[in-house]
């Protein structure tokens, strides 16, 4: 009977140590994730690194034309 005790409470040990884990990497992604929705545009985010600021632009593969597949009159 001292096995099982003894098995319950390293499972019970190691439940918490992971939980620890998966806490602080959830805690760091919420701290690394920038809210799109307020950025003015999706494609340019102002990042600060070291108390400086940085433009990061994001090229895009489309070109000027913003019209969707569905919109074309195809003939």
Do not use: F, P, W, Y
């Amino acid at each position: 009977m001292g096995n099982v005790k003894k098995s319950i409470v390293e499972r019970a040990r190691h439940q918490r140590q992971h939980d620890r884990r998966v806490n602080n990497r959830l805690m760091q992604t919420q701290k690394s994730t920038i809210d799109m929705g307020k950025a003015l545009h999706a494609d340019l985010v102002v990042k600060e690194s070291n108390g400086t600021e940085s433009k990061v632009q994001v090229d895009n593969s489309r070109s000027g034309n913003d019209t969707d597949a569905d919109d074309a009159d195809i003939r």
